[in-house]
């Protein structure tokens, strides 16, 4: 009989959210022992959470905002320092897992050890792609039939082998929050290890398209930090032109905007990106 497998789901502030994907992971016909990181969530939140999730799951209070990589990193390095499990699963506190999706994703694994990195679909088709001007994007593509390499991991609900961790180490947490999962996909291709998408495997992440400055801020500081960090200093200040083009172009022609613009937002992004100042946003977004 498999042992338990290690998932680690990331809460803030939505209990009520956190109870239903620790409810869906339960039901997947799959074992596996869930440890709630609670990145600073306020007390009367906290409680609720407890009171929702019972003894189905651990919780662990952080006492701080660490941002989605760093709490990750804590259980993560403490999975790798002292559980023998080969795999771990991680997913954002909204990540619902639709029946058979964690089964499909082990089964990958499983069947190549040369697989680092697998993550669910959304139910809808892609294909990850990085460039310089663009940074990460997804473009229309038709949805097949079991693993799929991909450009890089993309959305709430990963599975990771440990040795492919322990080779390329763990998330950069410079990143707080967005495209943190492209950046550790990006790392492990450049190791030799495979990564991509399991069709079929889906999970449901129902609070993803809230819009945000916070949101465009991370998005458009991240994208231009994706690219400093595996094209280069010059092509990611590059990147930082382009996404100040783009920016006021945005302003000119509001077709172009997306679902999180904020003017605002994004020029202060830019300009954080170009002098390296990472992690939390600033308070001042929220």
Not at 261 to 286: D, K, Q, V
Request: hydrophobic share 40%; glycine share 10%; net charge positive.
């Amino acid at each position: 009989m498999r042992e338990p497998i290690p998932v680690f789901i990331v809460h803030w502030n939505r209990p009520e959210s956190c109870a239903r994907s620790v409810d869906a992971f339960l039901t997947q016909g799959v074992p596996v022992q869930i440890t709630i990181v609670d990145n600073g969530s306020e007390r009367p939140n906290l409680e609720r959470l407890y009171a929702l999730i019972g003894n189905r799951a651990e919780v662990r209070e952080l006492g701080q905002n660490k941002g989605f990589p760093g709490a990750l990193n804590v259980v993560l390095g403490e999975w790798l320092a002292k559980d023998r499990s080969p795999y771990a699963l991680t997913a954002a506190h909204d990540a619902l897992p639709r029946p058979g999706c964690i089964a499909g994703l082990v089964k990958t694994l499983d069947a190549d050890s040369r697989v680092g990195i697998v993550y669910a679909e959304y139910g809808i088709g892609h294909k990850a792609q990085f460039s310089v001007l663009r940074g990460p994007y997804l473009l229309p593509h038709h949805r097949g039939t079991g693993f799929e390499c991909q450009a890089f991991p993309y959305g709430p609900l990963l599975a990771l082998r440990r040795e492919c961790l322990q080779e390329i180490g763990l998330f950069d947490e410079r990143y707080f929050a967005y495209y943190e999962e492209i950046d550790l996909g990006l790392r492990a291709w450049r190791h030799g290890w495979k990564v991509g998408v399991v069709w079929g495997a889906i999970v449901d992440n129902p609070e993803s398209s809230v819009p945000s400055p916070i949101a465009c801020y991370l998005q458009t500081r991240n994208s231009c930090l994706l690219v400093r960090n595996h094209k280069g200093l010059v092509l990611g200040m590059v990147r930082c032109m382009v996404s100040l083009f783009g920016t006021f172009l945005a302003v000119i022609m509001p077709s172009r905007r997306t679902y999180h613009f904020s003017i605002r937002a994004r020029l202060i992004a830019i300009a954080h990106a170009l002098i390296g100042r990472y992690g939390p946003p600033p308070p001042f977004l929220t």
